[in-house]
């Protein structure tokens, strides 16, 4: 009589190796790409596999606990730790950002709330025009450069990819209510409770593992001036164009909205201890919050990236044909290159893959799509 428990774990043991395969076979062909991919599945960890290399030479091997810039994914953790204070109290969905930060309010952003920030709907996501990463990388600086935004339509009534902005609205309010600084906050209330204090950061101050990023440069200069992307994301801060993204200076700054770095398993492991039973038996929020944080709050054409959306507080939320695989119960976030960390409530899975090769136009290709596309087919589809 075959056992149902050994079948379990010979099939889990082989999707390992299955993924292993995956991330063996993208590297083996592309010097400088490394990759990392993470799944925990109803709370245990069942894929954590890794290959290529940590450098844009081949010459440093990835390992686990090889730190990835995480770009866009940030915002997931981020989202996190705004999700936390509001579920103590310290903050509130519908309050005024200027009732925490009064000088935000400046230049007709009084009315605007943190649910429209979190739903990029508050109408401030062009950069000033002198950004360079010099500027970016001073806090102080930028809390002064959100102060002086004007919206560009009014609060509320459309979405679009506040792809910096987002960042230091969020950590400034939240540093306002609480008294921490966006970066402690996330150690102190995502990392140690879930036992990665040296596995995620906003702010690597002297960490050596992070994984340099190469590859091709966002084409974003070459778009017409009048897009809104190319001000929302301007071609002076845009990822390997810019040497400055391998720098200690900017690794150790906060920038919420895209810098943050991780190991896969840290990623997923943040997005399992969301759902379910959490991971280890504990959750980072109560079932009710992170209900109302995946909860649609907004659905339609993107004014920044042209492209239809589903967002919720802060995550993004699965549609047909995505790499969440069209669940419309899971939310995440991804990331520029090929990553992604999100969570699938319906089937019990959280899942994160990271990379450091920047290539435009993978498509069906992309490593976040591959290994996301596996996963499911092995674990959601018996």
């Not at 490394?34 to 245990?44: P, S």
């Amino acid at each position: 009589m075959t056992n149902p428990l050994i079948n379990k774990r010979q099939h889990l043991i082989n999707l390992q190796t299955q993924v292993q395969r995956l991330l063996d076979e993208l590297a083996k062909d592309d010097i400088g790409a490394g990759f990392q991919a993470a799944t925990y599945w109803h709370g245990e960890l069942v894929v954590n596999a890794f290959s290529g290399s940590a450098d844009a030479l081949g010459h440093n091997p990835v390992h686990p606990d090889t730190l990835f810039v995480m770009q866009s994914c940030s915002k997931g953790v981020i989202s996190t730790a705004i999700h936390i204070l509001a579920e103590q109290g310290k903050l509130g969905y519908d309050e005024r950002i200027s009732h925490y930060w009064p000088e935000f309010g400046a230049n007709g952003k009084e009315e605007i709330t943190l649910r429209q920030v979190l739903t990029h709907t508050a109408g401030v996501p062009l950069m000033p025009a002198h950004a360079d990463m010099e500027l970016v990388t001073n806090w102080q600086a930028m809390v002064y450069e959100m102060e002086q935004l004007q919206p560009i339509w009014e609060p509320g009534i459309k979405a679009g990819y506040h792809g910096l902005t987002f960042g230091w609205i969020l950590g400034e309010t939240a540093a306002r209510a609480d008294g921490r600084a966006i970066g402690q906050i996330v150690q102190d209330e995502i990392c140690k409770p879930l036992g990665m204090d040296r596995e995620l950061y906003l702010g690597a101050t002297a960490e050596t593992r992070i994984a340099e990023i190469s590859g091709e440069a966002v084409p974003i200069a070459s778009m017409p001036d009048e897009m809104l992307f190319k001000r929302v994301l301007p071609p002076a801060l845009v990822p390997v164009a810019n040497p400055e993204w391998n720098s200690a200076c900017f690794h150790s700054a906060a920038v919420p909205a895209v810098n943050a770095v991780a190991n896969a398993q840290a990623l997923a492991r943040m997005y399992a201890s969301l759902i379910g039973e959490g991971v280890d038996g504990r959750r980072l929020l109560k079932p009710a919050t992170i209900a109302e944080a995946a909860r649609l709050q907004f659905e339609g054409i993107d004014e920044v990236a042209l492209a239809p959306v589903r967002l919720g507080l802060g995550y993004s939320l699965s549609q047909d044909g995505d790499v969440m695989g069209g669940s419309r119960a899971a939310f995440g976030y991804a990331g520029l290159g090929g990553m992604i960390g999100y969570a699938d409530p319906s089937n019990g899975l959280a899942v994160a893959v990271l990379c450091n090769r920047m290539k435009v136009g993978r498509g069906d290709r992309s490593p976040d799509r591959l290994v996301t596309d596996l996963i499911r087919e092995k674990l959601c589809h018996r």
